[in-house]
């Protein structure tokens, strides 16, 4: 059974950082793509950061220069490390596995997600 498991969310100012982690359990993380999207109240849920299986990294325009992604295999924990922290940022993110590439639907697997804040 494949198990993601957000946290590192919170509320945090306009220029300041936070690092989401996303454990997995059932997925190795070094052998999948992995995915992090956001969601705020009513728009489509979009495509942050992807990490693939050969450590390849994609960014969405919005994020690039910002936002690291990154893994840890032994830990089997995908990471973003948000920076510069525009409240443009604030939506509930989720991280997901078992697919490929940008959309939504690609993605099989979705953590609970985690609720990033940021105030202006």
């Known amino acids: 059974q494949v198990q993601l498991v957000e946290s590192g969310g919170g509320l945090v100012q306009a220029g300041g950082s936070l690092r989401l982690s996303c454990a997995a359990s059932?997925?190795?993380?070094?052998?999948?793509?992995m995915a992090w999207f956001r969601q705020t109240p009513g728009k489509e849920r979009e495509s942050v950061a992807v990490i693939t299986w050969s450590a390849q990294t994609a960014y969405a325009d919005s994020v690039k220069g910002r936002f690291i992604i990154s893994r840890d295999n032994a830990q089997n924990t995908v990471y973003l490390q948000m920076n510069s922290l525009k409240s443009e940022d604030t939506a509930v993110y989720y991280c997901a596995t078992g697919g490929w590439g940008t959309g939504e639907s690609n993605y099989h697997y979705w953590g609970q997600g985690t609720q990033v804040t940021v105030s202006s």
């Open positions: 059932g997925r190795t993380v070094s052998s999948n793509n």
